[in-house]
């Protein structure tokens, strides 16, 4: 009988898939110029380009990780969310009309004509590999999903909805994007809230004992309100949120983009907003499922297996009920919706960094001459690139403890810094270009301290990040403007300095990208221990004494990775700022300087 089931289920969710890919594929035709795969000919309604925003939110890691997060601990989560209303505000007064006049496509257009090449370099790499991790952990989670229903390898998953997706991207263009975006929007909603109708009739005592049960463990509570950094306070992730949101409506590619997607910058300001007043109350519905499920496996405890009764679990409890306690097509239907909200997210990605690739890179340093048809085979070629790139960090990320922590962390250290340089530029215009470096550099420093400085040996304690792993964005960003704002006052613009600020501005740029590129490395070469902020130390100084097996791999994995993360750092900056140096020759001699 179960396998009948699963026959119907496997039925469901492949004819779900095969149906987005196609269409998406619709939209081809509409898609033949670099204007209209990058940009739609900026002809789309506002309220299908808002529920793309919101698609782009509510991931996998989202579908996920909030009722995860909500069954192991409460709602501090939903701090994060309150703070969209203020990041909408800025986008709306600031940030829309600055792109709608200021630049086209790419979001570091505006870093390049205040600060100089270097500075679009640093913005948009931050960007590409911030999206590579984003897309490895929205593979890896809806994998874990699809394989306890099929019975699929993760392998087999993560390469089959890479292929899929980049499939219709290549070919829809951001069109295709938005418009599956919108088809998927509704199904995953769908999704939450047929959950939640389950889960309410689903109790003893009816719906009411989920509420009991809830206020008896403190579970809607929004966290500790006590003014501490180091716990994961209510603090930590209202901080958090601010500068995240700030930089998801201000320098992120996936928004930015779509602000051209639209006829008018009003139209853009609608599409912000949908976004942000439809995320706040889909989100305390993810909340609410991973509440529900606590009141629900406590009166059920016998249905949950051994390995789930104990420990961080939230991440594997809804996956566990989809696939344990739900209906036949019910659960065809609800997987359905969780890999909506992946295909939602990865698609608008590629598309943005294949985007990137070709304003940034390509035609900026390689071919600026580029036509029409050039344009167009390079963006197809970049989004295949980026889906073959993007698979291979899904399978790389096969230990993650918790997908919301994780992906915080990782939003943190890929744009922690990106969103201070565009305030910098944006509020003070006496920061001229040596300023913003510095101020880049301070920041990366910091980034790199916080992120590594953990569970440090005791002669070392005194150098160790205590912080929270929220902060490690909003340490990078203070970090940036109070150094900027610090040298630009005590060391005003000069009068030449504008003619200069594009001079070898390749060179500083691609060593920041070597050194990125380093610690990305670091991020995958060790994912047991670096992907969660914790390189162990104790385990590298002991030596290996008095150690049983596993601890002796762990004692290898972090020796390896910690030399790697050092070579590869070194390595990277050193090359970078090489090919920096002869680029940056180049463009001298072209223009005559």
Known sequence: MQQHFLLIDKAILLVYFFGVILFGMYFRKRSNTADGFMIAGGRLPSWAVGLSMLGTFISSITFIAYPGQSYNYNWDAMMFSFTLPLAAIAATLYFIPLYRTKVRVSAYEYLDNRFGGWARIYGSVSFMFGSLTRIGMILFLVSLVIHNLTGWSYSSIIIGTGIGVTLYTVIGGIEAVIWTDVVQVIILLAGAILTTIILLFDMPNGPGQIFTIANEYHKFSLGNWRFDLVQPTAWVVLLYGIMENLRNFGVDQNYVQRYQTVRTAKDASKSVWTATLAYIPISALFLFI???????????????????????????????????????????LLIAAIFAAAMSSIDSSLNCVSSLTLLDFYKKYFNKEADGKQEMKMLH?????????GTATGLAMTKIQSAL????????????????????GIMFKRVGRWQAIVAVTASIFAIAWSTF???LPEALKWFECNWNTRMIGVIGTITLLVVGIGLSLLYPKTKGEKEMENSNGPMIGIGIVGFLIGGFIAFLARPSALLVGQLPFKYVISRGANLNGMDQILVAIAKKSFNITLIGAIIGAIAGIVIGYFVGKKKNVQSGS
């Open 405 to 424: 922590e994780t992906g915080w962390q990782l939003g943190g250290i890929a744009g922690g810094g990106v969103i201070g340089l565009f305030l910098l």
């Open 453 to 455: 400085a953990r569970n």
């Open 381 to 389: 070629i970049y989004t295949v690139v980026w889906g073959v790139l």
């Open 290 to 332: 991973g509440t529900a499920l606590f009141a629900y496996y406590h009166i059920h405890v016998d249905q949950l297996p051994e390995a789930l009764r104990t420990g961080v679990v939230g991440d594997k409890i809804y996956p566990h009920f989809i696939v344990s306690q739900l209906p036949v097509g019910v659960r065809g």
